[in-house]
């Protein structure tokens, strides 16, 4: 039989069970296989301003011309230091700052677009306050993000155990983890990549979504098509450059060759000069160059 001494020991555990409950980590059941456990979140880091770089080819003089097109990511349009809002602004220099310089076909930069010149001309100037190079030699594709892993671990899937945050954007959110579509690089650079995806500044991908499901229910993984890490000052290696007589040689520095001149060489005018996945300079062996090589080769 109920009665009123029952009642009144139900009150009391629970007002003692509410007692001893302390705030802090977030449990949630979401079936009952499933147990969540969400670790504190910090504060993530600013996330503007960021851009991509690419040299100017075109032939004119200098400062017009011989600078860089600068595009700010995830953006339509990059409003440029004269105040025009355009698909990507010209600058005639980048001043690093004090931070390592990165290779433009890997760089993706955190900076502001300022003016400098004088009487005779005032022209764009990329000042940069961080610099965050490519793992890979893959062409990134799709949206930008800055990743980190929060320690999150669950019973059943699909579990978010990543934060995502948008770049140049306010929009954040808790994914369930990430995906690498591209070839991953060499084991030291991998645990260098998972020592930086635990920090708090985390690193920053590109990529696009994908919708998973599972007993814990739905949510959305990220398909990263490229992964970016920030270079640290003093660790910066000196950029690659087309050197010898020919501008044969890709090196950290200028080399002397035998002037032997051969039509291959003609190749090297256009490919890409650029540390590869061995941290050496070298050119960039893509389909258009090895046809190049294959083709002067046979002529000859």
């Not at 990507?88 to 980048?94: F, G, H, L, M, P």
Request: hydrophobic share 30%.
């Amino acid at each position: 039989m109920f009665t009123f001494t029952h009642a009144l020991g139900l009150v009391c555990a629970l007002v003692l069970s509410l007692m001893a409950w302390t705030p802090g980590r977030t449990v949630s059941l979401t079936t009952q296989q499933s147990v969540t456990i969400q670790a504190d979140e910090q504060q993530l880091p600013e996330n503007s301003t960021f851009y991509t770089i690419r040299p100017d080819m075109r032939k004119c003089a200098s400062p017009m011309c011989g600078g860089y097109f600068v595009k700010r990511v995830n953006a339509t349009n990059t409003r440029c230091a004269n105040g025009k809002n355009m698909t990507e602004c010209y600058v005639a220099s980048i001043d690093w700052n004090g931070v390592p310089e990165v290779e433009p076909r890997k760089a993706l930069l955190k900076g502001e677009l300022l003016t400098k010149g004088n009487k005779n001309g005032k022209y764009g100037l990329l000042k940069v306050t961080e610099a965050w190079a490519s793992v890979s030699a893959a062409s990134p594709s799709g949206e930008f993000y800055r990743v980190r892993d929060l320690g999150v671990r669950c019973i059943a899937a699909p579990c978010e155990t990543h934060s995502e945050a948008k770049l140049n954007s306010t929009f954040s959110r808790h994914i369930a983890g990430i995906k690498l579509k591209f070839e991953e690089p060499s084991a030291q650079k991998m645990e260098e990549v998972n020592r930086a995806s635990t920090s708090q500044e985390g690193v920053l991908v590109t990529g696009t979504h994908e919708t998973v499901t599972g007993p814990a229910g739905r949510s959305q993984t990220l398909n990263v098509t490229q992964l970016y890490v920030r270079t640290e000052r003093g660790t910066a290696l000196k950029p690659c450059v087309k050197t010898g007589c020919s501008g044969e040689i890709c090196a950290a520095e200028e080399k002397i060759s035998t002037c032997d001149y051969k039509a291959e060489y003609e190749c090297y005018k256009k490919a890409a000069c650029e540390r590869q996945s061995d941290g050496n300079c070298g050119f960039t062996q893509t389909a258009e160059v090895k046809s190049c090589i294959a083709s002067k080769r046979k002529s000859g």
